[in-house]
């Protein structure tokens, strides 16, 4: 066999897989669009049982029900059972749970408590004016603790 053969025989196999490949998708689009008409036919029909549910129905709703339900056999016959899914989103599980290390609760350094009288300024939130007016002082945010006015008024 000689090379162009070889190579004529590889085309001719690559044409094939690519026309199956073609059908494949073909088929994969027509049940796309089967699903759709299937979704729309069941959305509208959805929609007219809602309306007479509430009491909201116009004169022609029982006759489009009908004609709905008949085009929803007819899709039925030619594409198989329609499956009809919850329109209820289950929310997703959120782990917010915190499993402390094999020591428990002495993985975490304890914080030094600050008496509740002491004012702590500068740490946290914006600094205030007198009048109770946020100033803007920039720079690193400082604090008083009862050990630094203790240590001042002792001197």
């Not at 002491?118 to 007016?133: A, D, N, R």
Request: charged share 15%; hydrophobic share 35%; proline share 8%.
């Amino acid at each position: 066999m000689g090379l162009m053969d070889k190579v004529k025989s590889q085309a001719t196999q690559l044409a094939e897989k690519a026309q199956q490949a073609g059908q494949a998708g073909q088929a994969k689009l027509a049940e796309v669009q089967a699903k759709r008409k299937g979704d729309a036919l069941l959305l509208e029909f959805g929609g007219i049982a809602y309306t007479q549910q509430v009491g909201r129905a116009d004169a022609t709703a029982p006759a489009r029900a009908a004609e709905l339900v008949d085009q929803l056999r007819a899709f039925e016959a030619e594409h198989g059972p329609i499956s009809v899914t919850s329109a209820t989103i289950a929310p997703a599980p959120v782990d917010c749970t915190f499993i402390p290390g094999s020591s428990g609760a002495a993985d975490t350094p304890e914080q030094p408590s600050t008496p509740a009288s002491t004012p702590v300024t500068g740490g946290g939130g914006m600094p205030t004016s007198t009048g109770g007016i946020p100033q803007s002082t920039g720079g690193i945010p400082t604090g008083s603790y009862s050990s630094d006015t203790e240590s001042e008024e002792s001197s």
